[in-house]
Every structure is written in structure tokens, then in C-alpha cells.
């Protein structure tokens, strides 16, 4: 069994930009309910320099985040550490990043994926839209059915 990161970021206190860690939390239920022991979760606002430590400790990890991006309901995209950029300011740590820090300082590599679920609406309220809602069933669908499979691999719906 892959020892496996669950990691949801975003502020639940802007509506869809919750995506992230209200996923999370509905995947750590099931994970729970299914007696999975080989997939851990986390959650935070954002993604910060110190979690290259914390990826460092599994062979898998799964990031996810809300996107503003033109997809249909969610993306789920393999992240390459060379594709990292040093942002001007560390409020834009990205998942390519983290992975990069991690290989840097820690010689660790884990096979690495981002969850884009596609969000509407970014106002100061604590609530999803029901669409981002319905994008948010669909990715879990689509990530039960890979971790059933033991099969994770890049797509677009």
C-alpha cells in the first residue's frame, strides 16, 4: 500500500475557495467508514514553504484546490517539480514548489498530483455554491473510484 498525503487547502471563508478543505473533510469520512490506512489528510488556508517537510514523509500526495481555471467540473494533473516558480511573495506557494523544496532539502520525491475542483463564487461567506458543490461530488466520485483501482492518473471532466 502507497503511503498517501490528502492535502485540501483554501479558506472556506470565501465560498468556493473552500473547495479545498471541505473535500477533505468529506474524503476523511469516507476514508474512515471504507477502514483505509494507508491515506492521511490535511488542511490548510495555503500552501506554505514548510509543507516540502511534511510531503517529504509519503510516497503519494494528492493537493487540492479550488480553480478559477476553464475546466468543465474538476482536473486531476500530475505536478512536475521542474515546472516551479519562486514567487515574488509566499502568499503563491504552489503545489510545484513544495514538491521542488521537497526534493531539494529532503531527496524525497512522492508521485505528486493536484485536484483543481472548478469554484463560482469567491465572496466572504462560509457556504459553497451548489454548483461548486456538484464539481466537489463529482472529483470525489473520480478519486474513490482511482484509490479503488490503486490507479492514479491525470484527467480532465
Aim: proline residues 4%.
Amino acid at each position: 500500500m502507497v503511503k498517501t498525503l490528502l492535502y485540501g487547502y483554501g479558506n472556506p471563508g470565501r465560498m468556493d475557495d473552500g473547495l479545498g478543505t471541505s473535500f477533505v473533510e468529506d474524503f476523511q469520512r469516507w476514508i474512515e467508514q471504507e477502514d483505509i490506512k494507508n491515506i492521511h489528510t490535511d488542511s490548510n488556508y495555503q500552501l506554505n514553504i514548510e509543507d516540502a517537510e511534511k510531503i517529504s514523509a509519503y510516497e503519494s500526495v494528492i493537493f487540492v484546490d479550488a480553480s478559477k481555471e476553464p475546466i468543465e467540473q474538476f482536473s486531476f494533473t500530475k505536478v512536475d517539480a521542474a515546472k516551479a516558480r519562486v514567487e515574488f511573495t509566499m502568499h503563491a506557494v504552489s503545489p510545484a514548489y513544495v514538491l521542488y523544496l521537497c526534493k531539494d532539502l529532503f531527496q524525497k520525491s512522492p508521485e505528486t498530483y493536484l485536484l483543481h475542483i472548478k469554484g463560482f463564487e469567491w465572496d466572504f461567506k462560509e457556504t459553497l455554491t451548489p454548483k461548486a458543490q456538484e464539481n466537489k461530488n463529482a472529483a470525489m466520485q473520480f478519486l474513490k473510484q482511482q484509490i479503488k483501482q490503486s490507479d492514479l492518473q491525470p484527467s480532465n471532466h
